[in-house]
């Protein structure tokens, strides 16, 4: 990267300093150029969110090429599993300043990742998550993102998955006319449905369980016995 576009990047973030500053590189076909944002996050010492609007109007000023904010006070300067999976959203690069020393690196949007191995980060990277990524790439199926930010099936008043399987175009199926791509819900250590893996033959299921490695699992007893429903998506009737 340009050093004017590194001093412009530094100047900004010290600015902003002790809270996450953020920005846009835009490529306007003549040069690049660095957009200072408004970081609007409700906690903007954590995290930052960039305005819709203020994104807009860098649009409008070429193409968006790059995604700044900046690290406040890290010992090391080490893209968090947050920083990445909001990076292959994004679809583009990101870059990240740590505050105050100015070091700097960039990530790029992860493509075809393996579906096994995934860290957990709840909302962003779990069971559900892990479905629509494997409906998206397998079948071309968008399936709506429920992933929310917190542990929603402790009280037993919330029930995300029984509220809205239906609704995403699932039908129920029995057990033994289950197959590829179907997925199965269960109730793990709790009084609602709060898990879902999809089938993947071999008596194999794909799921991310909380807290751990998103991965391949024998369909064995403890998750038969936890079964709630094996639902099919109705666009996979007729595929072979």
């Known amino acids: 990267m340009r050093q004017k576009l590194l001093d412009a990047i530094k100047k900004h973030v010290d600015s902003e300093y002790p809270n996450e500053a953020c920005g846009l590189i835009v490529d306007t076909g003549k040069t690049q150029k660095y957009i200072p944002c408004k970081n609007i996050s409700d906690k903007p010492k954590e995290h930052f969110l960039i305005s819709p609007d203020e994104q807009l109007e860098a649009e409008k ?4 090429i790059m995604i700044i904010h900046s690290h406040p006070d890290v010992v090391s300067l ?3 599993e947050f920083d990445r999976i909001q990076c292959d959203y994004s679809g583009i690069e990101w870059g990240i300043m740590s505050v105050p020393d100015g070091d700097f690196c960039t990530i790029s949007p992860r493509v075809n990742r393996d579906y096994t191995g995934r860290q957990w980060l709840l909302g962003y990277a779990d069971c559900w998550a ?4 494997y ?5 071309n199926i968008g399936l709506k993102n429920y992933s929310v930010t917190h542990e ?3 009280s037993g008043d919330e029930n995300i998955y029984d ?3 239906q609704s995403e175009g699932f039908v129920e199926v029995d057990l033994k006319d289950m197959k590829i791509g179907d ?6 250590g709790a009084q609602v449905t709060n898990h879902a893996a999809i089938y993947v033959g071999d008596n194999l299921i794909l799921h991310h369980l909380y807290g751990q490695l998103s991965s391949r699992t024998p369909y064995g007893k403890y998750f038969r016995d936890r079964t709630v429903r094996i639902v099919r998506h109705k666009e996979l009737f007729n595929a072979k």
Do not use: A
């Open 183 to 188: 997925i199965i819900m269960m109730r793990i």
């Open 135 to 139: 409906y998206k790439r397998e079948y």
């Open 78 to 80: 080490v893209p968090s």
């Open 61 to 64: 000023q070429g193409e968006i």
């Open 152 to 154: 929603w099936w402790e």
């Open 163 to 165: 509220d809205n399987w």
């Open 130 to 133: 892990l479905i629509m990524d």
